[in-house]
């Protein structure tokens, strides 16, 4: 594999390709590891179909681990995948975080818009804006290679507004952790966490969110401030993560 790491990238990007790739630090990656690397600032496509990822438009393969991303994300085109981490991915994606605020025409999500791979120790905040549908993980599993497990969402707020009369496809929901399952992606289980009070609405109208395998287990914010919830999913703090318990996040 090819490496990057020890990067830092502060962006400001607009495209307007009808159809893009757009990330902080890599458009489409294939064959890489990216490791210990961030990227803050602003990223805008206008495109009709657009990939974007405060870290990597599209993965093909490779391993992204240690990253974490902070900004704003905007997609406007009829079918946009925005994400705070990737776009479109096909690589492993583990201890990584996402502090971005997120809006996209058709999907949005706090880590990867459109998963093939595999993401794990992950966690995601800032609020979520989408036409269409809008999950704080994943926005859509495909495939039996598609997992999540063992991360969080600690997003402020899901806000889908939807008009189905203007969409070829169903939509018009918002989920605390996963968006939506097909083409043999396995169940998620319950392994993964979210803030309790998370809100989610749709045309403004707040939903009752339950524990279920798409919105997994809810947690109160106190206890998404200690050690030992994230310990409970595997999370390494004695080499990777750091926490002032009782006060902050990981």
Same mark, same amino acid.
Do not use: P, R
């Given at each position: 594999l090819l490496k990057i790491s020890l990067c830092h990238a502060n962006v400001t990007t607009n495209t307007t390709g009808e159809s893009s790739h757009v990330g902080g630090l890599v458009g489409v990656m294939t064959d890489v590891e990216i490791y210990?690397? +961030?990227? *803050?600032?602003?990223?805008?496509? =206008? #495109?009709? @179909?657009? /990939?974007? #990822? #405060? &870290?990597? %438009?599209? $993965?093909?393969?490779?391993?992204?681990? *240690?990253? +974490? =991303? *902070?900004? $704003? &994300?905007?997609? =406007? %085109? @009829?079918?946009?995948?925005?994400? #705070?981490?990737? %776009? @479109?991915?096909?690589? $492993?994606?583990?201890?990584? /975080?996402?502090?971005?605020?997120?809006t996209s025409t058709y999907n949005a999500a706090g880590i990867v818009a459109y998963n093939y791979g595999v993401v794990d120790k992950c966690y995601a905040m800032g609020s979520l804006f989408s036409s269409n549908y809008a999950a704080g993980i994943i926005g859509y599993n495909d495939g039996i290679t598609a997992i999540v497990k063992n991360c969080v969402a600690l997003n402020n707020k899901i806000d889908v507004t939807y008009e189905s009369q203007q969409q070829q496809q169903g939509g018009g929901y918002g989920q605390r952790i996963i968006g939506g399952l097909k083409n043999g992606a396995p169940a998620p289980e319950m392994n993964n966490y979210a803030l309790k009070n998370m809100q989610v609405s749709v045309n403004n109208v707040a939903q009752k969110v339950y524990d279920d395998i798409m919105n997994d287990v809810g947690k109160t914010d106190t206890e998404l401030k200690q050690k030992a919830t994230f310990q409970m999913l595997g999370w390494n703090f004695t080499d990777i993560w750091n926490i002032d318990e009782g006060s902050s996040y990981p």
């Open positions: 210990l690397c +961030f990227v *803050q600032g602003t990223i805008t496509a =206008t #495109g009709e @179909k657009s /990939y974007v #990822g #405060g &870290l990597v %438009g599209e $993965t093909t393969s490779g391993e992204i681990d *240690q990253c +974490f =991303t *902070q900004g $704003t &994300l905007t997609a =406007t %085109g @009829k079918e946009s995948y925005v994400a #705070g981490l990737v %776009g @479109k991915n096909s690589a $492993t994606v583990t201890n990584c /975080y996402s502090n971005a605020t997120i």
